[in-house]
């Protein structure tokens, strides 16, 4: 069977490409490549030994995707195709409810003429209201966001269930990722983020392989172990095959079902600071600097549902996360960029 990945040559996009091809499925992607390099393609080719299709362009482009359907017997979509900043996202809204909104609409109108109605979302741990008890589970309250980027997760995740809901042949799987990071192992494939990275793992390994000076951790005050912020940070390869799992379910059930993809681990930025320095035995210069404003104390994810339901759970821990981060970063110090 054929999955049709939009955003395929973007971080998670790819390494799902490589889980995919690795379990039997054959993969077309569309990206039209605003946030990423094809060369993740080329190497999602060479860890595999396999081919895949790819079209540039725009999710949003409805003969496009016409055409892909056309030329191709997909069974399932994943759509990972998005703008992620959430800075940017407060800037330039209309950028994103346009990108990430119209996106979605105009792959639903095309999957529902074509008559193939399976569809896995990337959703975010961002949909959940900032005050939830933690553990977050999946009936954990949502919306309130803080952000547009935010709340085009939210409003998909609305757009899609209202159309399970409305029409019984779709199969809708809506995946909450919590903080993912990590790279491929081979160091061949990772995350290259455009500009000065906002999150935290990229900005560290930018300052391990000396591209950045140092790192700043937004707050020593939170109420937590440390006083620094703590996430669920989860391998970009264990996320890759919770999708591979998903995609198992969406095409043996119909209706929407969300999924946490996280480990249920809190790690605090101080933690992530000191097991990447005693994993990679590398320098990483930090300073305490002010909170950043819209950030939260703590967020960490009940995966018990994704365990039952999907048979999923995360296999790396905080070590295997900084190990092949750093793998990555100090084979390609550039990225995919050079
Ligand atoms: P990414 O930017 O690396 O990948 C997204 C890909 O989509 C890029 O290759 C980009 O070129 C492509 N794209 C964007 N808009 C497009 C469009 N209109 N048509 C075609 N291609 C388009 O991001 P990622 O980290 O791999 O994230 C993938 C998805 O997961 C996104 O939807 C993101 O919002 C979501 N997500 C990411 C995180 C995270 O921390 N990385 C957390 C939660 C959810
Ligand atoms: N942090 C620093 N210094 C940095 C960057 C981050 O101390 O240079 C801290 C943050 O304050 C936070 C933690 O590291 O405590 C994680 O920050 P990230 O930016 O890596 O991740 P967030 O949890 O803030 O945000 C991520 C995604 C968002 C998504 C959100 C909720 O980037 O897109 O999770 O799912 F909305």
């Known amino acids: 069977m ?52 790819f079209y540039e362009g725009d999710v949003r482009d409805e003969a496009l995707l016409k055409k892909i359907f056309a030329e191709n017997d997909i069974g399932c979509v994943i759509h990972f195709a998005g703008l992620k900043a959430v800075g940017e996202s407060v800037s330039i809204p209309w950028k994103y409810y346009d990108n990430n909104l119209n996106s979605t609409l ?15 979302f990337s959703s975010s741990a961002t949909v959940y209201i900032a005050d939830n008890e933690m553990p977050l589970k999946e009936t954990s309250r949502t919306g309130g966001c803080t952000n547009p980027y935010g709340w085009t997760k939210y409003m998909t995740e609305q757009i899609l269930s209202g159309i399970a809901f409305a029409e019984k042949d779709w199969s809708v799987v809506l995946l909450r990722y919590f903080n993912p990071i990590g790279a491929h192992p081979s160091g061949r494939m990772g995350e290259d983020p455009r500009g000065i990275p906002n999150n935290l793992m990229p900005y560290i390994t930018q300052v391990a392989v000396g591209r950045r000076e140092k790192l700043s951790v937004y707050g020593n005050d939170y109420p937590t172990h440390d006083g620094t912020g703590v996430r669920d940070y989860i391998h970009v390869v264990d996320l890759a095959k919770g999708h591979v799992a998903a995609v198992d379910y969406a095409c043996k059930h119909k209706g929407c079902e969300v999924f946490n993809l996280g480990t249920g681990v809190g790690v605090s930025v101080l933690d992530m600071v000191n097991t990447f320095r005693e994993v990679n ?11 950043r404003p819209g950030d939260i ?42």
């Open 281 to 291: 035995q590398v320098e990483l210069p930090y300073v305490i600097a002010p909170r």
């Open 2 to 53: 054929n999955v049709l990945v939009t955003g395929g040559a973007g971080y998670i996009g790819s390494h799902t490409c490589v889980e995919l091809l690795n379990s039997g499925y054959g993969v077309v992607v569309i990206d039209n490549l605003c946030n990423s390099n094809p060369k993740s393609l080329d190497r999602v080719r060479e860890l595999t030994g396999k081919e895949l299709t």
């Open 106 to 120: 105009v792959l639903t109108k095309v999957m529902k003429e074509v008559g193939m109605m399976n569809i896995i």
């Open 297 to 338: 104390a703590t967020c960490y994810a009940d995966p018990t549902k994704s365990r039952e339901v999907l048979g999923w759970t995360a296999q790396h821990d905080l070590a295997d996360m900084c190990r092949d981060s750093w793998n990555w970063q100090k084979n390609n110090p550039m990225g995919y960029g050079e």
